[in-house]
């Protein structure tokens, strides 16, 4: 059974940083992509980021340069290292496998940015 849950997230100021955590199991994590993705209120999604195995990532135009993706395949997690945050990047952030990346099958992890 395929088991993701993310964390991390929280409430912050413009310019703070935050690390989400998402640890999987069920499913040959290092043989897949991993994604980020996030839902702002309203409705859509956006894509956030990637990694592959091979190596490779691939970031959002909105995201680049302030957003960090990673994979750890020891520990099955991929995390991702959000600094400069916005009130633009408030959103519900979750994880998703390659294959299902509009899926949410953990709670996802809320992150907000008000001054």
């Known amino acids: 059974e395929v088991h993701i849950v993310e964390s991390g997230g929280g409430m912050v100021q413009p310019g703070v940083s935050l690390r989400l955590s998402c640890p999987a199991s069920?499913?040959?994590?290092?043989?897949?992509?991993m994604h980020w993705v996030r839902q702002a209120p309203g409705p859509g999604l956006e894509w956030v980021a990637a990694?592959?195995?091979?190596?490779?990532?691939q970031y959002a135009d909105s995201v680049k340069g302030r957003f960090t993706i990673s994979r750890h395949n020891t520990n099955h997690t991929v995390t991702l290292q959000m600094n400069s945050l916005n009130p633009e990047d408030t959103a519900l952030y979750f994880c998703?496998?390659?294959?299902?990346?509009?899926?949410?099958r953990g709670p996802g992890t809320q992150v907000t940015v008000s001054s």
């Open positions: 998703a496998r390659e294959g299902e990346i509009g899926t949410r």
């Open positions: 990694t592959y195995p091979d190596g490779g990532v």
């Open positions: 069920g499913f040959s994590f290092r043989y897949l992509g």
